[in-house]
């Protein structure tokens, strides 16, 4: 007996993928074409945007006017169609001119990062997460109480270990108060700011302060995690005034961790040679 079958499930099937499409299964999906790409310059786009915006708040303003408002002195006609198709034709050509400059950007900054060697530590990285405790020797209380006061005194053992281990223990950290959350009932997002976008921070840190090395790009790595030390201890505070403990204790250790990982990215940033934007620190 199959439990699953082979083939189709449904009559007519829905194709999804071209496995049971002899005709087509050899040949690959087409790219999808976006059709704002194929209009030409800016200005072209701006007045697809406008002519757009235009079709919209004037529909919108007369079945306002007629069916809804049912206004007949002509100046409050004018003035209510101005009131939504203003903002309206606003909207989309404002919309239309951030997109074209997001892009424009956005492969710029891609084409910069590509060339800096941005991605190409994702394996090592990777494996830190995967085993965190990979270069921190034998655990003994003793000497890991000797180590958090070293790194507080900006005199850690092994520098470079250390901030992997603290990067990668407040990442998990993060995680582990996502999951908790979700577990208490609120919700996914957490997960996806902890898990995605913490991912990213933790590994765009990683890069500044061991890979790359940019006395700039330190400073302001450690202005970053200045202001998440902050932020991870009003969020221990406020769980805690709302009895809210299991995460209070995830946000202060995670808080903590970040204070030994902000102490070894100090350390890092202090001999870089170049110039700092604030040449006192």
């Known amino acids: 007996m199959i439990l699953v079958p082979k083939e ?3 009559r007519p099937p829905y194709t999804i993928y071209r496995g049971h499409d002899p005709e087509f299964q050899e040949f690959p999906l087409l790219k999808t074409e976006d059709f704002i790409d194929d209009m030409g310059p800016l200005s072209t ?6 002519k757009q915006g235009l079709k919209i708040g004037l529909f919108y303003s007369m079945f306002d006017i007629i069916m809804v408002m049912r206004i007949q002195e002509r100046k409050a006609q004018i003035a209510r169609t101005a009131y939504f198709t203003v903002p309206i034709v606003s909207a989309t050509v404002g919309w239309m001119g951030a997109l074209e400059i997001a892009k424009k950007q956005a492969a710029e900054y891609y084409a910069l990062a590509e060339s800096e ?4 530590h994702f394996a090592a990285y990777n494996e830190q997460i995967l085993r965190p405790l990979k270069n921190a020797g034998e655990f003994t209380t003793e000497g890991a109480k000797q180590e958090i006061i070293a790194t507080l005194m900006l005199q850690p053992r092994d520098l470079r270990n250390g901030f992997v281990l603290y990067n990668v223990l407040a990442f998990l950290f993060g995680v582990a108060e996502a ?6 009932g609120h919700g996914p997002w957490s997960l996806i700011w902890n898990g995605g976008a913490g991912y990213c921070i933790a590994y765009t840190l990683y890069w500044i302060f061991l890979c790359k090395q940019a006395k700039t790009l330190c ?3 450690l202005c970053f995690l200045a202001l998440y030390i902050l932020f991870n201890a009003y969020m221990c505070f406020w769980s805690f ?3 809210k403990l299991i995460g209070s204790t995830l946000y202060g250790c995670k808080g903590f961790i970040d204070v030994l990982q902000f102490a070894c990215a100090y350390a890092i940033y202090k001999p870089l040679e170049g110039q700092s934007p604030f040449p006192m620190l």
Do not use: D, I, R
């Not at 786009?45 to 406008?50: I, R, V």
């Not at 060697?117 to 190409?120: L, Q, T």
């Open 219 to 221: 400073f302001y790595g």
């Open 45 to 50: 786009k701006l007045g697809y945007a406008l």
């Open 241 to 243: 005034t709302n009895f």
């Open 8 to 10: 189709p499930c449904f």
């Open 117 to 120: 060697g941005f991605f190409s």
């Open 179 to 184: 999951f908790t959350s979700m577990a208490l």
